[in-house]
């Protein structure tokens, strides 16, 4: 595990901002759009997503159909395909700075810092909590 970033000795979140920020902005879009889409919904997702990037790193067969309920299906395509940008591995995308490109092991982290806020927001606000709280600071 290479976290080069990680060991400046700064909190996670100003290192990693760009990153959970691109996350949680897919995740409010789909919320946005599905507006039925309660935290539990963004717990699952984002569990699905961390099997599928420890998947990665452990050269498992990549799951394909996680069969997921609506509209987790269309939150998971959103995520997934925002931390595939931030990897840069999309091809309109390629130009992405070397230097601002994450590794896999950083996206699971963002994704596992991202479940801990919607555990707590959840905690605190709710069914849907983390998902109103988030939208407040997402454009």
């Not at 992405?96 to 927001?121: M, Q």
Request: hydrophobic content about 40%; glycine content about 4%.
């Amino acid at each position: 595990m290479n976290l080069t970033r990680y060991s400046t000795g700064k909190d996670f979140e100003d290192i990693y901002i760009d990153v959970l920020q691109n996350i949680e902005a897919a995740i409010v879009s789909v919320f946005r759009s599905h507006p039925m889409l309660i935290d539990h919904d963004v717990m699952n997702t984002l569990d699905a997503l961390i099997m599928h990037y420890k998947n990665t790193l452990r050269n498992l067969p990549i799951k394909t159909d996680h069969r997921l309920p609506f509209p987790n299906d269309i939150l998971y395509a959103e995520v997934q395909h925002m931390c595939e940008i931030r990897l840069g591995r999309i091809p309109e995308f390629e130009d992405i700075d070397p230097l601002t490109a994450v590794s896999v092991d950083e996206i699971l982290l963002c994704l596992k810092r991202i479940k801990l806020s919607v555990k707590k927001w959840n905690n605190i606000g709710g069914r849907q909590g983390y998902l109103t709280f988030v939208q407040n600071y997402v454009l």
